[in-house]
């Protein structure tokens, strides 16, 4: 089992790959969008597309903009706004 936000390879998003985990039922996706990435998060059994609550942040698509948005991620665990209530 997993502890931990996966970071995936740089090279990988600048081939305009999407790459989704989760951890549990936390689930997140990265999405390259040109020089940014979109970063998803939410709770559930549901794909992103169909996720009710969804939070989103967008990062450089860079080394550092990956580890800002894993940094994110992992600040996104537990966030009260995606919990079903």
């Keep these: ?9 740089l090279a990988y998003l600048v081939a305009k790959n999407p790459y989704a985990g ?4 936390f689930n997140y996706k990265y999405s390259p969008d040109g020089e940014n990435i979109d970063v ?4 559930g059994m549901s794909c992103c597309e ?3 609550k969804k939070v989103q942040a967008v ?5 550092e903009g ?3 948005a894993a940094a994110w991620l992992e600040s996104q665990r537990g966030n009260p706004q995606l919990l079903n209530e």
Excluded at 3 to 9: G, L, T
């Design 1 to 9: 089992m997993m502890s931990k936000i996966e970071i995936p390879h």
């Design 22 to 25: 989760s951890l549990e039922n």
């Design 40 to 43: 998803y998060a939410w709770y």
């Design 50 to 52: 169909s996720a009710e």
């Design 59 to 63: 990062f450089p698509l860079t080394e």
């Design 66 to 68: 990956l580890q800002q």
